[in-house]
């Protein structure tokens, strides 16, 4: 069983910054495809990036260019950097944690990104 705790969520002016944390109760973290996705009120959850056990990284095209996506397994954490955030980048955003056999959701964090 992995535990995911996020952090980071908050209340922002469009063109601003977050930075999400997420960290992982899992032993050997480093072997774990992590992910972040996201859901809007009224909309199905959707990936927003991924980073693989190998340092591979993906992302939405909605997020290419302003999202960063990154792991340190030394902290068993992945983050996620947020610049130029849009109205629309409000959502609850999940870490997710899968390998072979299993994946794990965390609880979410709230991003809101208003004038």
């Known amino acids: 069983q992995v535990q995911l705790v996020e952090s980071g969520g908050d209340s922002v002016q469009p063109g601003g910054s977050l930075r999400l944390s997420c960290t992982a109760s899992a032993r050997s973290f480093s072997i774990y495809d992590m992910g972040w996705y996201r859901q809007a009120p009224g909309k199905q959850r959707e990936l927003v990036a991924t980073?693989?056990?190998?340092?591979?990284?993906n992302y939405a095209d909605s997020v290419k260019g302003r999202f960063t996506i990154s792991r340190d397994n030394t902290k068993s954490t992945v983050y996620l950097q947020m610049d130029r955030l849009k109205v629309e980048d409000t959502a609850v955003y999940y870490c997710?944690?899968?390998?072979?056999?299993?994946?794990?959701w965390g609880q979410g964090t709230q991003v809101t990104v208003s004038s």
């Open positions: 997710h944690a899968f390998f072979v056999g299993g994946g794990y």
């Open positions: 980073v693989l056990s190998s340092g591979s990284t």
